[in-house]
């Protein structure tokens, strides 16, 4: 069975700094995709970075990378340059398939 | 259009009550998804149509009746709801390119609460 674990249920960043948002994952497929959303309080899922697991490269969009380490079984979010806006729920997921596995997310607060 | 919108964004409803959540997307994608969210929770997922077919039910109580008329619409009927149902509804597409890159679009949600 696969299993996203977020060992972070809180975070603090002061604005400006970079964060990272620990992800660990369990499977034994070979093949599976690996996500990050943002929840902002209004509710809405959003997607920022997907990492599939042949990809040799680590996923990057804007301020967001994705520390994909394969032998670990970790896909760790980091957020460069934090805004007050970053402030949000933060869920990890795994596709296997034709589902999303959630982790059970980790709220970041940005400071000033 | 890169939206899936959800219609009403909030509801509250009696336990005798029937009523309806909709959800659209113009994507042109082949899957759409229910999932349900309880507070401080990660979402769970209900059900998943495949080319507007019902492809996985997720040991969901009938009293949620999903619906797909076509292939940019979603419904999800509600009836005899219990209060533990009150929950944040989220609908999501994806056009599921490859095996791995299962990709979701989620909309707004519907914030149901049963009285």
């Known amino acids: 069975a696969q299993k996203i674990t977020q060992t972070q249920p809180g975070m603090f960043v002061q604005e400006k700094e970079a964060v990272t948002l620990d992800c660990t994952y369990d499977t034994s497929d070979p093949s599976y995709g690996l996500f990050w959303y943002k929840q902002p309080s209004s509710g809405e899922m959003i997607f920022l970075i997907y990492?599939?697991?042949?990809?040799?490269q680590n996923a990057t969009e804007g301020r967001y990378s994705l520390n994909f380490q394969k032998a670990r079984k970790s896909a760790n979010l980091v957020i460069s340059a934090s805004q007050l806006g970053d402030s949000a729920m933060y869920f990890c997921?795994?596709?296997?398939?034709?589902?999303?596995?959630f982790g059970t997310g980790t709220r970041l607060q940005v400071f000033p | 259009d890169t939206e899936v919108t959800q219609t009403p964004k909030h509801l509250v409803m009696g336990m005798t009550n029937k009523k309806s959540l909709k959800c659209e997307q113009h994507m042109g994608h082949r899957a759409m998804y229910w999932y349900k969210q309880k507070a401080k929770k990660p979402p769970e997922l209900m059900f998943v149509y495949s080319y507007e077919k019902l492809s996985i039910n997720e040991s969901v109580p009938s009293r949620f009746s999903p619906e797909c008329p076509n292939s940019s619409l979603l419904n999800l009927h509600l009836h005899a709801l219990q209060p533990e149902d009150s929950a944040l509804y989220l609908c999501a597409s994806s056009q599921w390119r490859d095996r791995d890159n299962n990709e979701q679009f989620f909309g707004p949600g519907t914030r149901l609460t049963v009285l």
């Open positions: 990492q599939g697991s042949y990809d040799q």
């Open positions: 997921a795994m596709s296997p398939g034709d589902k999303l596995i």
